[in-house]
């Protein structure tokens, strides 16, 4: 199925045309020959409006430079695939995730001295470790995270405030329940 996918792009290129429109392009490829047509998709869309219609997130956000997503013939969001993960997140307040070195209940009083966290979930992991959740609607509090962890002798083994993917804005785009709206009322990806 690879080579046939690979000759169906050679056919469609051969005569230079100035729009090309690629259904699942990837579909049925080995990972090498997928890395070479996202780089030769890439390629022909600095000459060429390429439409890349697919399910694959990964291949959408390593190709494109503008997302559409359509829902039941309803245009929902229209954007750089980056824009659309930040805009999504506006409004929805910090998530942030540590993994501390250290006693569960002990990480969990510490942290809760930070101010201006909505919540802290703090989960157990094998070795002496735990996995802490954080959310806040108020100001990034990383620094101030890491700052407690240290002050408070644990071992900070990782940090970090998840970022939204594709597939997240996917999803909230297109399933049925409302995606709640940053303040003032207004979707952002609209």
Known sequence: KGLRQRVGLAQAVVHDPDLLILDEPT??????????????????????????????????????????????GVLVADDQPGNLARRMSEGRGIDVELTVRGDAEAIRGKLAAVRGLDSIEVHELPGGECLVKVHTSGADPREELARAVV????????????????????????TEEPMPCPAGGRDPLR
């Open 27 to 72: 579909s049925g490829l080995d990972p090498t020959q997928t890395r070479e047509t996202r780089e030769l998709i890439v390629d022909l869309g600095k000459d060429h409006t390429v439409i890349l219609s697919s399910h694959i997130l990964p291949e959408v956000s390593a190709t494109c430079q503008r997302v559409v997503i359509i829902n039941r």
């Open 151 to 174: 002050k408070a002798g644990f071992g900070l083994r990782e940090l970090h405030s998840p970022a939204l993917s594709l597939e997240d804005v996917v999803i909230s785009r297109t």
